[in-house]
């Protein structure tokens, strides 16, 4: 437990001493969203306004976690390497990707909203949504992006490997918060809310499972 | 597998299902009518897509093992699995065109097909982009396994919960336990079995070209 919590803090250390890849997805997300609101120059229905905030986030989120092995591919792998087990390694890494994760989702819909209007009917329902995308995406990408590390840090292939593995949520979520945008009720949607729960909680275990096979080399 | 015996069912039951497939009796249903026959060679491709796909499964799993010659079998078995889902598009989408009106609707299960080709492509893709064989084998496994997962996901469990145009879901006529009738199971079976049969020596032999081929190089 103790050894996870350090992973975060490291990492969450590490990237802020280098703050410019926060300033990059920051910009990443205003410079779409405003190019959204530039060619989309009316009020947009909440079906639209579903799509293009999820297509929005879906990359920002491929962007912000493709970082997350990028240094350790070749001189920082040497330092984790006898000091963390890889559980511990993948279990931090996932946990600090879903803060960020969801810090991204709640600034991408925050600025979104700003400039597009709210058209949100249940804002708890929505904000249940996010964290529970965050928490699928960031298992998954962490794994994908060391994957992807590993491969020789191909920059496109985060994008390529992630985004088929994530249609299954993407799909769920969209459906969700559709209705969480137009009136949600909350006994209606726990079926959904579970599938997506346990989507998330899969993946977890995968990531959880499969990234020691990744890890030595 | 050893012997010709297997390989020799695979070629009979095939034929069967395409012969008796054209000629046997179908019951009659709207808007179905006599396309219901697609079932013989629509619908075993998906089935053999998914048992090549486990078999790859089971592959990337020993892979992981570091055993000898697994991944290049989990890889060739995956190739079989696309083969047999690009077969499977194409005739789906000739009959949807004649019962549905187009060849392309969005409906669930073309969904999940889509997303399927879409992941093992993604499998390729991280093949190709990686050199170190050894490297290369525990990659593609860790993916392979994550991809099987989420192609479960996708189409086994999401279409369940929505509506689907296909027969057999949501009160469309179709192809469910009670129109699927005496004459017509054993035919399809047969399909089912034959084309899994048939799929396993296509895999076997691209696996014995491959590896003959890297001994030469090697």
Do not use: C
């Not at chain 1, 191909?154 to 969209?174: D, E, F, H, K, M």
């Not at chain 1, 137009?182 to 993946?203: C, D, K, P, Y």
């Amino acid at each position: 437990m103790k050894a996870i919590f350090r992973v975060v803090q490291l990492n969450f250390q590490l990237e802020w001493s280098e703050r410019r890849s926060y300033f990059s997805i920051l910009i990443y997300v205003l410079s779409t969203v405003y190019l959204s609101n530039l060619v989309f120059n009316e009020i947009l229905s909440p079906e639209s306004w579903n799509a293009f905030f999820w297509v929005i986030f879906l990359f920002a989120a491929v962007q912000a976690a493709y970082r997350s092995f990028y240094f350790e591919a070749d001189q920082r792998f040497l330092l984790y390497y006898g000091w963390v087990k890889p559980e511990h390694l993948i279990l931090g890494k996932i946990i600090y990707n879903f803060f960020y994760l969801l810090a991204v989702a709640l600034f991408t819909s925050g600025f979104f909203g700003f400039l597009m209007g709210f058209p949100i009917a249940s804002p708890g329902a929505f904000i249940t949504v996010l964290t529970l995308a965050s928490l699928g995406f960031s298992s998954i990408l962490t794994l994908v992006a060391a994957i992807s590390a590993k491969a020789g840090n191909n920059p496109a292939l985060p994008a390529i490997l992630s985004i088929p593995l994530l249609y299954p949520q993407i799909l769920t979520l969209s459906k969700l918060s559709i209705r969480s945008l137009t009136g949600f009720s909350w006994e209606i949607n726990a079926q959904l809310l579970i599938v997506l729960a346990l989507l998330a909680l899969v993946s977890l275990l995968l990531s959880f499972l499969l990234f020691p096979y990744l890890w030595r080399d | 597998m050893k012997g010709i015996w297997w390989k020799a069912l695979g070629i009979i039951l095939v034929l069967y299902s395409i012969i008796a497939g054209l000629l046997g009796e179908v019951p009659r249903l709207v808007i179905l009518n006599e396309t219901i026959r697609v079932l013989y060679y629509h619908v075993p491709m998906w089935f053999s897509m998914v048992a090549m796909m486990t078999i790859s499964l089971v592959f990337s799993i020993r892979a992981l093992g570091e055993k000898r010659g697994a991944d290049l079998r989990a890889s060739e078995f995956a190739q079989t699995g696309f083969l047999l889902a690009t077969l499977g598009l194409l005739t789906g989408m000739v009959w949807a065109r004649f019962t549905w009106g187009n060849f392309w609707t969005n409906d669930p299960k073309l969904n999940g097909t889509a997303v399927t080709m879409l992941i093992y492509l993604a499998y390729f893709v991280l093949r190709n982009s990686v050199e170190d064989p050894a490297k290369k084998a525990r990659l593609a496994a860790v993916y392979n396994i994550f991809a099987f997962v989420m192609m479960i996901v996708f189409i086994g469990i999401l279409p369940r919960m929505t509506d689907s145009l296909h027969p057999g879901n949501g009160g469309n006529p179709g192809f469910n336990q009670y129109d699927l009738n005496s004459d017509m199971r054993p035919i399809f079976y047969a399909a089912v079995l034959g084309w899994i049969l048939i799929g396993t020596w296509i895999s076997s032999l691209r696996i014995r070209y491959k590896s003959l081929s890297n001994e030469e190089h090697s």
